[in-house]
């Protein structure tokens, strides 16, 4: 997938800045409200930063098994998955507890690196329903794929 340009000033952040800084980065560049990033560790997802999500939600995703949630499904797929609102989805793609986030239009992407391998997913979500574009989308590969080399 190609990457859609970041400016010049998220890229440095999200190459230096410790991570939940990088993540708050994220979140406003693409007016989200809350974000996840998972890192790949020994098969599944392991949680090392989240933003926003609230706490009896952030004991549930410390760990994510490939294929389960949009976290999940993302890394199995190495592709984006979205949801236009969580709150109403149907689509089994989301995990119950993901209603509790109170977030409505969300993504999560793969972070893959240069070499094409899989070191995590960023996820990210807005308060109100929204469409994801696939060139937003691209954006939030590229910025995942710039978190995954810190």
């Not at 599944?44 to 389960?68: D, F, N, W």
């Amino acid at each position: 997938m190609p990457t859609a340009p970041l400016p010049a000033s998220l890229q440095q952040t999200l190459q230096t800045a410790p991570l939940a800084d990088a993540l708050q980065a994220v979140l406003n560049h693409f007016g989200c409200q809350a974000g996840t990033y998972h890192q790949m560790q020994e098969g599944e997802l392991q949680l090392l930063a989240s933003l926003h999500i609230p706490p009896p939600v952030v004991s549930l995703i410390q760990r994510v098994p490939l294929g389960k949630g949009l976290a999940g499904l993302a890394a199995e797929r190495r592709e984006p998955v979205s949801l236009c609102n969580l709150q109403t989805d149907t689509s089994g793609q989301a995990r119950p507890a993901a209603k509790a986030t109170g977030m409505e239009g969300s993504v999560a992407v793969p972070a893959l690196g240069p070499d094409g391998v899989l070191h995590g997913v960023l996820g990210i979500a807005k308060a109100a329903a929204y469409d994801w574009s696939e060139t937003e989308k691209e954006a939030v590969c590229a910025a995942a794929a710039l978190l995954c080399l810190r």
